[in-house]
């Protein structure tokens, strides 16, 4: 019988980590907006990966800690090759769905995969809810529901509102027309919004594949070796997709966007993977339940201060409310202690 990861127990150190990776994670959708204004999502990926490979390589090398072929004899490869495909279409459909959505928008959505994926710890690593953070996972299920109220429905109201406008036999008017290609844009934009959010949706799942195969794996090898080799699978994936020369036409402003994406995908996925090593995976998920809270609250400022960089979110009171079940439903998941 396979041998289950156990965690380290040390859950301050786990609950810091999942912390972290929440911060970077929050920002994430916005730079990544940014650099798909002029980037393909192919070569954003391909950076992303190839950053990631090659600045943790040096770090491992520089400490010795590269991985040994004992060590890569005595892992699961097939585990490894689930781990690095499911994290490669994980990050090409997020994007997919980004650039038909909004960072917020995006951010919400793809806060099914930690659900997910503490789902799946319920199943395979037998971690346990108490029946405090079964109601926590009501909570935030919830609070998920009424924080995207406003934009699951707002187009849609709009193209009935269009669609049951009166008409009449008079001569057509500079105002009919527009009302006509306003109701065409309208619905446009909800074909693209219902796209993007469900090619969001298989990102999520595709993540908490990745994730659970990744946990497992901290049994026989350690987080940042693992990275090591799922970013270098990535890497060559997307090689023949990429187009590396034209980052170099990018301007400074949107080179520190890419380099940015680039260097918080290595450190907020080592912080995630070594927050698997000290805490729950049901937990860790909980508490990355939260990231859409950092992605909208940076929003709203980045708009503030920008307004031409990116477009503020239009968030009622309901979902303000939503945001708040979310946070208190992470919370009640992430600090109750399980049953034996």
């Known amino acids: 019988m396979t041998q289950i990861h156990q965690t380290s127990g040390r859950w301050r150190l786990g609950l810091a980590l999942s912390i972290l990776t929440v911060f ?28 990631s490979f090659v600045l943790l390589a040096i770090y491992l090398g520089w400490r010795g800690k590269l991985p040994t072929l004992v060590q890569l004899r005595s892992t699961s490869w097939k585990l490894l090759v689930i781990a690095t495909i499911f994290l490669a279409i994980n990050y090409i459909l997020y994007l997919q769905g980004l650039a038909l959505t909004s960072p917020s928008n995006a951010q919400v ?22 029946l405090s953070q079964w109601i926590g996972v009501a909570i935030l299920i919830a609070g998920f529901v009424l924080f995207f109220h406003n934009q699951l429905f707002q187009t849609f109201i709009k193209v009935s509102e269009y669609t049951n406008l009166p008409t009449t036999n008079a001569s057509i008017k500079v105002s009919d027309f527009l009302i006509s290609n306003n109701k065409v844009n309208i619905f446009n934009t909800s074909k693209q919004y219902l796209l993007g959010s469900s ?22 090898l350690s987080s940042a070796s693992i990275m090591l080799i799922i970013y270098g699978g990535c890497t060559l994936c997307f090689s023949v997709l990429a187009k590396p020369l ?25 912080a995630f993977a070594e927050a698997l090593e000290h805490w729950e995976a049901s937990r860790v998920s909980a508490v990355l339940a939260s990231t859409p809270i950092v992605t909208f609250l940076s929003v709203w400022i980045v708009s503030v201060i920008s307004p031409n960089l990116i477009n503020p979110e239009q968030t009622t009171l309901i979902g303000i409310f939503g945001a708040f079940l979310v946070v208190a439903g992470s919370s009640a998941i992430a600090l109750n202690k399980k049953r034996n």
């Open 24 to 51: 970077l994670w929050g920002i994430l959708p916005i730079a990544l907006t940014v650099t798909l204004q002029v980037l393909d999502v192919y070569t954003l990926t391909w950076f992303r990966f190839f950053i």
């Open 109 to 130: 959505i793809i806060q099914l995969a930690p659900l997910l994926m503490g789902l799946g710890g319920l199943v395979i690593f037998r971690e346990r809810y108490t």
């Open 199 to 220: 090619l969001i949706v298989l990102a999520a799942a595709a993540w908490a594949v990745y994730a659970l195969a990744q946990k497992q794996l901290l049994q026989s």
């Open 246 to 270: 034209t980052i170099f036409t990018l301007d400074f402003f949107h080179w520190a966007m890419l380099v940015f994406c680039g260097l918080n995908t290595l450190i907020a996925y080592g």
